[in-house]
């Protein structure tokens, strides 16, 4: 007996199967660009990152240009979470609101995000002059306040902290 007529059960059985099986394998999920400018007080950041982070703990990251502008590729869709992360460019010594000084500065992502792939620890010599200081609270995407949803496709997200 048919279940669907004219449809033959191999083929209704492969159906259920492949619509079982897309969102297991991750096609169904979306990825989006995210293209920005971010500043400061208004003065456009020279350098840093901007970091967009699931609940579930994925992201993505975007680079900040000596422009202020950044892309990030891959960003999951849905609603994230976003940090602004300058810290690693700080000189040793430096000072400002993003902390105290007195050593290297700290080239980790935020606890649980990762890095993508390619991603090198800078070199704090080269990329002093990029630095900026900004609150702390900016580095951390769980305690920066800034969210967005994102959309598949390309969108634009400028971010002005304060």
């Known amino acids: 007996m048919r279940i669907f007529p004219g449809c033959r059960p191999s083929r209704l059985f492969g159906l259920v199967a492949l619509a079982v099986l897309l969102p297991v394998l991750g096609c169904g999920k979306s990825t989006a660009t995210v293209t920005g400018s971010v500043s400061y007080k208004g003065t456009k950041l020279k350098g840093g990152q901007v970091i967009f982070q699931t609940a579930d703990g994925k992201g993505a990251t975007g680079n900040i240009s000596e422009d202020g502008t950044y892309t990030a590729e891959k960003v999951p869709t849905g609603v994230v979470k976003v940090a602004v992360k300058t810290a690693y460019l700080k000189p040793p010594g430096g000072g400002g609101p993003g902390g105290g000084g007195g050593g290297p500065p700290k080239n980790e992502p935020p606890p649980g995000v990762k890095m993508p792939e390619g991603y090198k620890p800078s070199n704090p ?38």
Do not use: F, H, R
């Open 125 to 162: 010599a080269d990329n002093s002059k990029l630095y900026t200081a900004i609150p702390e609270k900016y580095e951390d995407p769980e305690k920066s306040g800034l969210t967005m949803e994102v959309k598949g496709g390309t969108q634009t997200k400028d971010w002005t902290l304060d």
